[in-house]
């Protein structure tokens, strides 16, 4: 096992009618929050409806910044920035899911740093301070509810870049599997998908020797793949959406890689992917991570057996037949939930591969399970066309 650091502080929480004690909890913190949220969902699903009365229960005034993408943008950002010093706000209320969150995180930073908040995102600093924010979950996918993690889009140039800072963790999340009803059914399988990710960047992993975090991660991506049909067959089946809301919030809280060095080449990939084709990130990873997969797994076909037989079912004593077998078996499950999995089916051809190489691997080598330089990347979007 490698040394680590377990730390995360995000009281979450869970279970229906959660979503009523928003108003409790943000009270904690401040009594005027910036309402951040998304396009019309929360109008529609009722769930605005449900977090402004719950708002106002509790004495908390707001002010709104909706209009948060898919794929979250640097602009809307410096809005809310701007929002946040000239009404003196310093709690930011999240009401959506990853992009909301990602874009709450960067005003929370921004809010507090003299110098552009952009710099974040390309290295250039690290905050110091930053004002804190809560989360109302409404789609189980990105994790960063629970993560310390955000992820931005700039315009220009269309980059698509992100940091870690303990500053980022919310002081709570609010996971209401009600919320999730509302759901188009491609959002969810993206979601899904990420969810599988998010595991898989940790379990294959160079380390060896870590059996428990080995079983905890074959465990929430079997869970994964049991329950996330059952949410798209019947959207009201409120057991399966528990299941799936905790899966994603374990598969990126950080507990599933202590002890592993991380691989995270398949999202850096995927990141580029969504930065030049506005592709949601999930579909994106659906894609990249198959392709992926065949790339590398003979820098340690054990670990692939592994997920095999243990996450797949699939059994056998030839290494490579029983590889091949489990990657057609992930594909399937990617397609089975509504999802494309070569590049052509989205009409991405390879055009932009090599620049799409050179900004994934910033100069340098991705992942850790086997390390990739620009040209790995493009043989692995080349598998994925
Ligand atoms: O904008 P609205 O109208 O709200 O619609 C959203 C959006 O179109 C819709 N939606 C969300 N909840 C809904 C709903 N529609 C109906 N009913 C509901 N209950 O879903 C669409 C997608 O929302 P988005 O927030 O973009 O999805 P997701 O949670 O997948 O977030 C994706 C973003 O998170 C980043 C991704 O790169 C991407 O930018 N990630 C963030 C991470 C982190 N901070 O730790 C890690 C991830 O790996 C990921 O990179
Ligand atoms: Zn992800």
Redesign the pocket.
């Known amino acids: 096992m490698e040394k680590f650091v377990s730390y995360n502080p995000v009281r979450i929480e869970f279970g229906r009618g959660a979503c009523e004690r928003v108003g409790e909890l943000a009270r904690q913190y401040a009594d005027h929050v910036l309402l951040h ?6 109008h529609a ?1 009722g ?1 605005y409806a449900r977090v402004t009365k719950a708002l106002r229960a509790a004495g908390v005034d707001y002010t709104e910044l909706g209009g ?5 943008r640097l602009s809307l950002v410096r809005e809310g920035i701007d929002i946040c010093r000239r009404k003196r706000i310093d709690f930011i209320l999240a009401v ?7 874009s709450a995180k960067a005003i929370a930073a921004g809010t507090c740093y003299e110098g552009d908040v952009w710099d974040f995102y390309e290295g250039r600093a690290l905050p110091e301070k930053a004002l804190k924010l809560g989360v109302v979950l ?2 189980p ?4 509810e629970s ?1 310390d ?3 931005l889009t700039k315009e220009e140039g269309m980059l ?1 870049r ?1 940091f870690c800072s303990p500053l980022c963790y919310p002081q709570f999340s609010i996971l209401d599997p009600d ?2 009803r ?3 059914a491609h ?1 969810i399988a ?2 899904g998908a ?1 969810i599988l990710a ?1 595991v898989m960047e940790r379990y294959f992993s160079p380390t060896t020797g870590n059996e428990l975090s080995d079983q905890l991660c074959e465990g929430t991506m079997r869970t994964l793949m049991k329950e996330l049909p059952k949410v798209l067959a019947d959207q009201d089946d409120t057991a399966a959406w528990e299941q799936v809301m905790w899966t994603g919030n374990v598969a ?1 809280n950080g507990l599933l890689g202590r002890g592993n060095e991380e691989d995270w080449a398949s ?1 850096e990939i995927e ?1 580029e992917l ?1 930065a030049l084709y506005d592709i ?3 579909a994106g990873l659906a894609i990249v991570f198959p392709a992926w997969m065949k790339y590398v797994w003979r820098e340690h076909p054990g670990k692939f057996m592994r997920y095999a037989e243990n996450v797949l079912g699939v059994t056998g004593d030839d290494a490579e037949t029983m590889v091949m077998q489990a990657i057609a078996k992930t594909e399937d499950f990617f397609r089975s939930i509504g999802l494309a999995v070569r590049l052509s089916e989205l009409k991405i051809d390879d055009g932009r591969f090599s620049e799409m190489a050179e900004k994934a691997c910033k100069g340098g080598e991705l992942g850790a399970f086997r390390k990739l330089v620009p040209g790995d990347v493009e043989e692995i979007l080349r598998l994925a066309l």
């Open positions: 949220y998304g396009g019309g969902s929360i699903s769930t948060v993408r898919p794929n979250p959506g899911g990853g992009s909301v969150i990602d409404t789609i996918a990105a994790g960063s993560s993690g955000t992820v698509k992100s919320l999730c509302s759901l188009p959002q993206a979601g990420d998010h990126h999202h990141h969504s949601a990130h999930g």
